[in-house]
Structures are given as C-alpha cells and as structure tokens.
C-alpha cells in the first residue's frame, strides 16, 4: 500500500519560469492538503482540495499560486513566475475522511529557484 | 489565531535517557492533535494522534498525552536511542482542515 507520492522530489528554476509540483494521495484517499516549509519556519498550511474541488485555499498567496485535484490523475500545485523567494519545501498529505481524521504526508518537493 | 508552540528548540541527551518534548495551543477548541517526526531533508512520519475527546496515546516506547482545556500536549520518549534524533513537530487540527504546525523540537540523541 504506497504511501503519498510526490514528484519530482528536487526542483530547480530560473526566476520567471514556472513550476509544477505533483502529488498522487494515498489509495483510497480523496482530500488533499499541500504545506509549504520555508527555510527556518514551520510548516503552513496552503490549499486543501477534493476531488475536482479547492475546499479551503485561505493559505494560498494570492497571485502567482494554483492548486487543482482532478477527477483523474495527481493534484497539482503550480507556481507561475517563480521569484526566489518560493524555494521551500513544498509537501502533500491525504487523509481517508474530512475533519478530525489523521493526515499522512508525502517526501516533498524542494524547489530551488535560481 | 491559533498558535502552537513547542519547547525546547533543540534538546541533547545521552542514549537511554527518557525524554520529554512540550507542545501548548492557544485556543483549545481543537479536533486533534498529531505528532509527527521529520528527519534531514525527508518529509513528515506521524506517530501518534490524539482525538480531542482522548488524554493520551502509546506506541512502542512513544506516549503523548493531551490536556486540552490547558492548551498542552507532551511527547514522552523511553529509553531514548541514537536513531530518535529528528525534529519532533506537534500539530494541531482545529477547523477540521489545515493543521498548524509548531516550529519543532531537533532532538539530539548520542551514543
């Protein structure tokens, strides 16, 4: 039973370029919610999506930043026009249920953008 | 706002020595409570979660206890060994949705 998936685990772009970072839940598991770690801080909350829906995106910057779960396939995070201050760790988790029900989390992405 | 705070930042023990890490919320009105642990450049393993209606959680040699009117959640490691060291984050879920992340305790264990 694979856990969270993610790809590509490391990430390089140049400043202006776009970046697309994929997420595959745990099977079985319809909700996802992406976090973002910046060097030095904790972990925040960005976007949570089920399928084909953006349930919650009150954590997500408001320009430049995208998120979409489709009815087939991996959620998506993208970032378009990439300055340097998106490099951060960018990770997924899914959980089975909405609320109160336990979130397991992927290996991240670290995007570096030069 | 919620905020979850952990202390220490960092903690140094010699191997076998039994451990405990803090965590304390600000607004007790929380779903759950997980713990999780993070290794260097890896992502996020969970260890324990504890329902808001629950006092503590065991597994193996790991017991988180809640108290949630106070605002405070414990993590006590037994018989610590070399391969616990990591960051131990503490998250709290209160609208049923995003977890808030404390910053973490780097946990050093030497043999």
């Known amino acids: 039973n694979a856990g969270v998936m993610q790809n590509p685990r490391h990430l390089v772009r140049r400043r202006g370029q776009e970046a697309r970072l994929r997420c595959s839940p745990m099977k079985g598991h319809s909700h996802v919610y992406w976090y973002r770690q910046l060097p030095e801080e904790g972990l925040k909350f960005m976007v949570y999506?089920?399928?084909?829906?953006?349930?919650?995106e009150s954590g997500m910057p408001k320009e430049r930043f995208s998120a979409e779960f489709p009815k087939e396939g991996p959620s998506i995070l993208r970032i378009q026009q990439v300055v340097r201050g998106d490099s951060a760790a960018y990770f997924c988790a899914s959980s089975l249920l909405p609320y109160n029900n336990e979130q397991f989390f992927g290996p991240g992405t670290r995007l570096t953008v030069l | 706002k919620q905020e979850v705070t952990q202390i220490p930042a960092a903690l140094s023990v010699p191997e076998g020595e039994n451990l405990v890490l803090n965590c304390s919320f600000t607004?007790?009105?929380?779903?759950?409570l997980q713990w999780f642990r993070q290794d260097p450049g890896k992502g996020l393993t969970s260890l324990l979660l504890i329902q808001s209606s629950q006092r503590e959680q065991t597994s193996g040699r790991l017991n988180a206890s809640l108290d949630k009117s106070s605002g405070r959640s414990t993590l006590y490691i037994a018989a610590s060994q070399p391969g616990d060291s990591a960051t131990y984050l503490c998250a709290v879920n209160q609208a049923g949705t995003a977890l808030i992340f404390g910053k973490g305790t780097t946990l050093s264990v030497s043999s």
């Open positions: 999506l089920q399928k084909e829906n953006i349930i919650d």
């Open positions: 607004d007790s009105a929380i779903y759950n």
